[in-house]
């Protein structure tokens, strides 16, 4: 008699319930485009090469860096935009860089969830990033005049240009932005430090 080997299905893993932040809390901020953002989220097939000579070779590249700037905001009620974000510092394959991006998040608790686009950018490569809501928090230190938003999530690499082209993969981002006030046009600086590991083909 044949022996059965279907296996039932795995339960789909639920999904975690998010707090988000207050409007004034904004921490939607800074990960704004940062990517931002990184013990990554890892990249797929980094390293592993096709059977087929005419495959490109994929290799893996551990990526970490840190930036500071400054970022704007408006706060309008439970609506973040989160205007830019600039900053400078270094990372592995760019070098000395900036980074920069923009986004938006729904406040409406002391942590929220954003989401936003961004890039990091040296003289010789350049790396565009995703960040959702699925994946990113921001979370306010008050509701009221000055507060740091602490922020954190992943980054999915969407593209790049130079040395970085063809990149794919994840980063994770963590850093923290400091505002004068919690309703209105705001800027405030930022410090985010970001690392993980990129897929880059070639």
């Not at 207050?22 to 939607?28: G, Y």
């Not at 840190?66 to 510092?89: E, F, Q, W």
């Not at 040296?122 to 928090?137: E, K, P, Y």
């Amino acid at each position: 008699m044949a022996r059965n080997t279907t296996k039932s299905p795995r339960p789909e893993a639920g999904r975690a319930r998010r707090a988000g932040w207050p409007p004034r809390a904004l921490a939607a901020v800074a990960a704004a485009g940062l990517a931002g953002g990184s013990a990554i989220a890892g990249a797929s097939a980094a390293g592993a090469s096709l059977p087929s000579t005419r495959a490109a070779a994929v290799k893996a590249l551990a990526f970490s860096g840190h930036y500071s700037g400054n970022v704007a905001v408006l706060i309008d009620n439970s609506r973040v935009t989160i205007s830019s974000v600039t900053g400078k510092g270094s990372g592995t394959l760019v070098g000395p860089s900036t980074v920069s991006g923009k986004g938006s998040a729904s406040a409406s608790a002391q942590c929220d969830p954003f989401s936003g686009t961004g890039s990091i950018a040296g003289r010789t490569a350049r790396i565009d990033f995703l960040v959702t809501s699925s994946t990113s928090q921001g979370c306010s230190s008050g509701e009221s005049g000055p507060v740091t938003v602490t922020f954190k999530g992943i980054a999915k690499a969407t593209g790049g240009t130079g040395r970085a082209r063809g990149v794919s993969g994840s980063l994770v981002f963590k850093g923290s932005l400091k505002l004068g006030s919690t309703s209105g046009s705001q800027k405030g600086d930022f410090t985010v430090t970001v690392s993980g590991h990129l897929a880059l083909k070639g």
